[in-house]
């Protein structure tokens, strides 16, 4: 394989590490907001909007997961032109939730301070702004080079880096959730909480762990286990750690979700079709959509 292809497929994997560390900030606001003291004097609309802002924030971060997904599942950490288009397919559409999520949460927080009207254009603003650094400056720069092409296998060196990077991509979302889990805990709103809530919380809770120790777990096997020496053995092991901590962070993410919504709406039943929804969308994001192009892809080999 192309050392040059390789180093694509090594350097969008990075651009998505970096995306998904902005997302990650915006998405432990959003959990934390529900269990503020200040949450309850919100009006009616901004607790819809922190709800719609967690929905979109969720969508972006399930996006930007989808490449490192698709290198495990279809690719099998190999690099390809293909995945090197899917980095940039993904990456595109979920800075657009994002985008819209930055304005909301910044109506949210300056609407209760400022007024209704200090909101929408504040709001508005970062939208804009957001939207033409994202996509807009794209206009100006327009030097976008042809994907090289593959000759070979992708060396074990360059596999098991691929692996490694991957596991960092997937983790700070992880780490958004796992801290703002701990911190809610101490909080006068989740006090209020019902017992069901609480129980449903410890949970979430241990599923995000799982998520972490499993996401943290190829670094440490590479080091203490294999002396740092790249193996197949080691390989195998890190890409099937990594292929199945996603479902313990979709499942986290949903409970939490179900928590949160519960807090918002006083209607359990809307709350557990809101986490349900948002675990459908994770699980097919993360493993249906990939499963379903290697499916693609074999099919168009035979």
């Excluded at 999520?101 to 603003?125: I, K």
């Excluded at 070979?152 to 692996?163: M, Y």
């Excluded at 410890?202 to 294999?226: D, E, Q």
Aim: with cysteine.
């Amino acid at each position: 394989m192309s050392e040059k292809l390789d180093r694509k497929v090594k350097t969008a994997l990075d651009e998505t590490r970096l995306l998904v560390l902005g997302i990650q900030v915006l998405l432990g606001f959003q959990f934390q907001a529900f269990f503020q003291n200040g949450f309850p004097q919100l009006s009616s609309a901004s607790k819809a909007i922190c709800a719609a802002g967690l929905a979109l924030q969720t969508l972006a971060l399930g996006l930007m997961i989808i490449p490192s997904m698709e290198h495990r599942l279809v690719e099998q950490g190999s690099s390809s032109k293909r995945l090197v288009r899917a980095a940039t397919f993904y990456a595109t559409i979920g800075l657009v939730p994002f985008s819209l999520n930055l304005g909301l949460a910044g109506y949210v927080v300056l609407e209760q301070h400022f007024g209704w009207l200090t909101g929408v254009v504040s709001g508005a603003a970062l939208t804009l702004v957001s939207a033409f650094a994202w996509f807009g400056l794209e206009i100006f720069y327009q030097e976008k080079a042809a994907i090289p092409d593959g000759n070979g296998s992708t060396p074990l060196a360059t596999k098991v880096e691929q692996v490694l990077t991957e596991a960092r991509v997937i983790i700070p979302g992880a780490q958004a959730l796992f801290g703002f889990q701990f911190i809610a805990m101490l909080t006068a709103g989740f006090d209020q909480l019902p017992q069901g809530s609480k129980i449903v919380h410890a949970i979430a809770l241990g599923l995000v762990a799982i998520n972490v120790i499993l996401l943290m777990t190829p670094a440490a096997l590479h080091r203490l286990s294999f002396d740092g020496e790249d193996s197949e053995s080691f390989l195998r092991a890190a890409s099937a750690l990594v292929t199945t901590a996603p479902l313990f962070l979709a499942a986290g993410i949903a409970a939490e979700s179900y928590v949160v919504l519960g807090k918002v709406t006083e209607d359990n039943l809307v709350a557990a079709g809101f986490a349900a929804a948002s675990f459908a969308v994770l699980i097919g994001f993360w493993y249906a959509l990939p499963l379903i192009a290697r499916r693609t892809g074999a099919a168009r080999k035979a």
